[in-house]
């Protein structure tokens, strides 16, 4: 019977994945395709199911690239080539379709003739790769050989949720893990690399000097399989009978205070409750990276883990920017002080560390606080990315790698450049005290007793200089001014809600219905219901 090696095609563009799929005289070759996928992601769901040996793949494509695919699939199919293609000659795509051993790097556009030659080149490698795997004897000596890094591969998928019980319980005894042990996984953060200038240049012997340094001092405590797994260090400690948390939680503290002294960073690391199956780790994982995500929110002084448990028996909190606090927010950046600001900023992020906010919960009470950062400097009509430097809201969704302080130094410096412009703006006198004016009206509008007299008191401005200095430099009266504010606020209301009149009369500082009626007909020709009437039959 005659063998066919089996094919995946990943390509995002129908044309080319298409035209391979008919071009090419695959069975004639001794190859035959099991499916086709438009991105990385779709192929991991066909690899899983169907274990092709050839996968051949284009590099640039949504949702996850060649490269990425090629990384995650090797863990599931140690054995299987690998040939890619691009239409862009990269060297940095080139370089690391070589550190991942693939079979052949193309560049497009390429004849199904190159493809023809590269598949028979390859299918006589594969024909004396399977001749030398039949030795039993060879077989054995690669699995020795190999067995250190065949375990890593397992337990990572383990941590990914890769593998069905079945499988896992299948390959437990290869590995010599036995059945009744007691798990937990920690997830090791080392830092940025451009802090470490003892390693500037040799990032990867960064990342073996820390892994090498958990290794050993986890293993007095407990057997432990630690690797790296992307940008983090992973380590699943094992232990053949019940053990002390706080030991485990005070041994971990010790290896990133070290590690972090050392190698000249700040190395954190998050904790996982305890297991006893490994089906269990997958969800161990997750625990560990959520305990990680609360670590960068630690002082970094004394204490650099955070064990999971700790987290999430405290009740959930939800923190949200008030009405008030978001008028008090406005009026400090327009009018207030370096030091009212910074007063400010202190008691935000004094709340985010009393509440313990989950990292969801944080990132958007932050986005909270910066969307009106950028929406305050609309309406000065500035360009946030002159004003503050940086597309604040990718910022943010980096938040779980930036400590609390440094969060905290980060926003402040963000609010006081927008305060810094806006001052410049309004840096002449006269226009100044109006703009302020203006500022106040549109904060305290709804106040019935709001008055001219109120405002100059809060410019310490006589009424009659304040009034006079106003219409010079509007055109207009303050009161028309007020009374202006007030009808466009009860036109919006009118516009956006079902509120009785009565009720929008008090939502914008009248506390005579009638007479609001009267100065709403006056202004605009139509009684408040009406208006609304109009609206609704357009």
């Not at 996928?37 to 769901?45: F, R």
């Not at 370089?95 to 199904?112: D, G, I, R, T, W």
Request: proline residues 3%; contains cysteine.
């Amino acid at each position: 019977m005659t063998h066919y090696y089996k094919v995946l095609l990943v390509d995002d563009e129908a044309e080319i994945r298409e035209g391979m799929a008919q071009r090419i005289p695959w069975e004639t070759l001794g190859f035959k395709i099991i499916g086709t996928a438009e991105n990385g992601l779709e192929a991991l769901d066909i690899i899983e199911k169907d274990y092709p040996e050839i996968i051949i793949t284009d590099i640039q494509m949504p949702f996850m690239d060649g490269l990425a695919l090629i990384e995650r699939a090797r863990s599931l199919l140690p054995l299987s080539k690998f040939i890619v293609f691009s239409g862009y000659d990269v060297f940095e795509y080139a370089q690391k379709a070589v550190s991942l051993h693939v079979a052949e790097y193309l560049l497009k556009p390429f004849s199904a003739q190159d493809l023809i030659t590269v598949l028979v080149s390859l299918k006589q490698k594969m024909d004396q790769e399977k001749q030398e795997r039949r030795d039993i004897a060879k077989l054995q000596r690669d699995f020795e050989d190999n067995l250190p890094l065949l375990r890593q591969s397992f337990l990572l998928s383990c941590l990914s949720g890769l593998l069905t019980p079945e499988r896992m319980d299948q390959q437990r005894e290869s590995f010599s893990l036995p059945k009744a042990q007691e798990y937990a996984v920690i997830l090791f953060d080392i830092g940025s690399f451009k802090e470490n200038r003892h390693f500037k240049g040799k990032e990867e012997l960064y990342l073996v000097a820390v892994k090498q340094f958990v290794t050993e001092n986890l293993a007095t405590l407990s057997a432990n399989d630690t690797f790296i797994f992307g940008e983090y260090i992973v380590s699943i400690a094992a232990f053949t009978q019940s053990f002390d948390m706080n030991e485990l939680l005070k041994r971990v503290n010790e290896i990133c205070r070290e590690s972090g002294r050392i190698n000249g960073s700040t190395v954190v690391a998050g904790v996982s409750q305890k297991v006893t199956e490994l089906t269990q780790l997958a969800m161990a994982y997750q625990q560990a990276q959520d305990a990680l995500a609360y670590s960068y929110r630690l002082d970094r002084q004394a204490w650099f883990t955070t064990y999971i448990k700790d987290v999430v028996q405290k009740p959930p909190t939800i923190l949200i920017l008030t009405e008030k606090e978001e008028r008090r927010l406005m009026h400090v950046l327009k009018l207030g002080t370096k030091e009212q600001l910074q007063k400010f900023v202190q008691e935000m992020f004094d709340k985010i560390q009393v509440h313990h906010l989950s990292l969801a919960h944080y990132r958007v009470f932050l986005l909270e606080h910066v969307t009106l950062l950028l929406r305050v400097a609309n309406t000065y009509e500035f360009d946030p990315i002159v004003v503050f430097g940086e597309d604040m809201i990718k910022r943010v969704e980096r938040l779980d790698k930036v400590s609390l302080d440094e969060m905290m130094t980060w926003f402040f410096e963000k609010a006081q450049q927008l305060n810094h412009e806006i001052q410049l703006t309004t840096n002449d006198s006269g226009k100044a005290l109006i703009q302020k004016a203006k500022l106040l009206v549109k904060e305290s509008y709804k106040d019935p007793e709001l008055s001219i007299e109120k405002i100059s008191q809060q410019l310490y401005l006589s009424a009659a200089y304040f009034s006079s200095i106003f219409k010079k430099e509007t055109g207009q009266s303050f009161v028309s001014f007020l009374t202006e504010e007030r009808l466009k606020q009860a036109v919006y209301l009118l516009e956006t809600t079902t509120d009785k009149s009565y009720m929008i009369a008090e939502k914008v500082g009248y506390s005579e219905p009638n007479y609001f009626s009267y100065v709403f007909k006056k202004h605009y020709g139509l009684s408040p219901s009406k208006y609304r009437k109009q609206l609704t039959s357009v």
